[in-house]
């Protein structure tokens, strides 16, 4: 697959995520008692990518919520009007001893097109832009390393959009978002928008998921 050879010669690159900025107490201190390290991504519906993460070796814990937008405490409700600035992103704790950086961009640029505007498949709007939150300079570098890369080597047929943005906060979801995937299969969203991405992840990925 064209995108896998196009960012497989970043991975040997060695993520130190010190140096977090802006991170809450709480995180901080989640990081030092479980040494673990955040990455913040967007790229559409929450519930999709929430459930490809959770998959992931060297993941520990992936949570919904909103990020980027002016909205103290957004709703979903206030979300989905596209006026509150935020996109539905994912936090990732993860141990990059297990699982790096690089990696888990790979990832993020493989299950969602990163070169639509404000939009997902049928999700349309500033609230499913294509996003990384880069908590310090060095995840900041190598998510654009990694874009100039798949541009260059015209992985997609059009330019990458996708926004690399300082994370400022992260708004947790409600309680009903969480899990959403493994919660409600059964749902009709899920049937037919998140179980092709989980199983072209499957198929790609296998050397990734937990056991």
């Known amino acids: 697959m064209r995108f896998v050879a196009a960012v497989s010669i970043l991975l040997f690159l060695v993520i130190s995520c010190t140096n977090q900025t802006k991170t809450t107490k709480s995180e901080k201190k989640l990081m030092q ?44 409700k206030e979300v989905c009007t596209g ?14 001893n297990s699982i790096s950086f690089a990696q888990l961009l790979k990832v993020f640029f493989t299950v969602h097109d990163p070169t639509t505007p404000n ?34 080597a015209k ?14 906060k992260f708004y947790k979801a409600e309680d009903y978002h969480q899990d959403y995937y493994n919660l409600n299969p059964e749902q009709s969203y899920c049937k037919l928008v998140i179980q092709p991405k989980v199983e072209k992840f499957e198929k790609i990925f296998k050397e990734y998921i937990k056991e």
């Open 119 to 152: 939009r997902q498949g049928n999700d349309i709007g500033t609230q499913y832009r294509s996003v990384v939150f880069y908590h310090n300079e060095t995840q900041k570098s190598l998510t654009e390393q990694i874009i100039n890369q798949l541009n260059e």
């Open 155 to 168: 992985v997609y047929q059009n330019p990458i959009v996708t926004a690399v943005s300082p994370f400022e």
């Open 33 to 76: 008692t479980e040494n673990l390290q955040i990455a913040t991504f967007g790229g559409g519906c929450f519930w999709c990518i929430e459930t490809i993460f959770q998959q992931l070796k060297g993941v520990t814990r992936v949570e919904s919520g909103y990020s980027g937008g002016h909205k103290e405490n957004p709703t979903y």
């Open 83 to 96: 006026t509150t600035g935020h996109a539905e992103v994912v936090q990732i704790y993860y141990d990059e």
